[in-house]
């Protein structure tokens, strides 16, 4: 009896040390567990920071796209929207009034065969053609970006001036220095629809071509030299002015209408 029941006994704490041992896995279970549960943490933490870097990078990304638009921008305005300072815009005015010139000598050249100094001014000039491309760099400078709009707004400023400069003229000096009569779509002959058409046409190469292309060249002189050349060129073309208002450029091929005065003298002599 006595040796079975310290049998009995030995089984028992062979099961206790068993149920303990267990007791231990039980808890290296848990430790895995808790291994496993933190690796899954830093899964969790790494894609947590990958995905701030990737939105980071997609910030900085916008970012710079902003800023390359607004660089585009600057630049669009800086080259629509430019303004040429003082001394170029009176070398524009000379300029244009010089081509103008050209311009109608040369056409009269190739319509009849014969040279005559147009304009009323004496000078190689047309002050008409440098005023309306000035205001058209000045006037329409916040449209340049949109060609048709600067080709019919400078219909209008150019219809507007050489109405009113034929009226004036005509009013001053009791004669017209063109006559649109026989045109399509002239009003009182003084203005017509393909001059405005080739002053629109005039306008869009002066503010995408010729004015950029000028600019450059002006450039290159010394800005005291430029303001000489300005001085000169206004004193010049003042005195022209003066003189011209009492005795205006007239005659075959400069007018296209007799002095008053003159048709009167003619009615009263027949």
Not at 161 to 166: D, K, P, V
Request: glycine share 10%.
């Amino acid at each position: 009896m006595r040796i079975q029941t310290a049998r009995n006994k030995l089984s028992c704490e062979e099961n206790n040390e068993g149920n303990v041992s267990n007791f231990g896995n039980v808890e290296n279970v848990g430790n895995v567990e808790n291994v496993g549960n933190k690796e899954n943490d830093g899964n969790v933490s790494n894609t947590s920071n990958a995905s701030k870097i990737g939105d980071a990078d997609y910030d900085i990304k916008i970012q710079e796209f902003e800023h390359s638009l607004h660089i585009i921008k600057a630049k669009e305005r800086q080259y629509y929207e430019k303004w040429y300072g003082f001394t170029t815009y009176v070398l524009f005015f000379f300029t244009f009034s010089v081509m103008g010139w050209l311009w109608e000598v040369g056409l009269h050249i190739v319509q009849t065969g014969d040279f005559v100094k147009r304009g009323v001014l004496y000078g190689p000039w047309l002050p008409i053609y440098g005023s309306g491309g000035v205001l058209v760099l000045l006037l329409l400078r916040k449209i340049f970006k949109n060609p048709i709009f600067t080709f019919f707004l400078t219909m209008v400023i150019s219809s507007i001036m050489e109405y009113s400069t034929s009226w004036f003229l005509e009013m001053r000096n009791g004669a017209r220095w063109w006559d649109y009569s026989g045109y399509f779509m002239n009003v009182n002959g003084r203005i017509c629809l393909q001059g405005a058409v080739v002053f629109g046409i005039g306008g869009c190469l002066v503010a995408y071509v010729i004015a950029p292309g000028l600019e450059l060249l002006y450039k290159k002189i010394n800005i005291n030299i430029k303001i000489a050349i300005c001085v000169v060129l206004i004193s010049l073309i003042l005195t022209d002015q003066i003189y011209s208002l009492k005795y205006p450029n007239m005659g075959k091929g400069v007018t296209a209408t007799k002095r008053i005065e003159t048709i009167k003298i003619e009615a009263q002599t027949e």
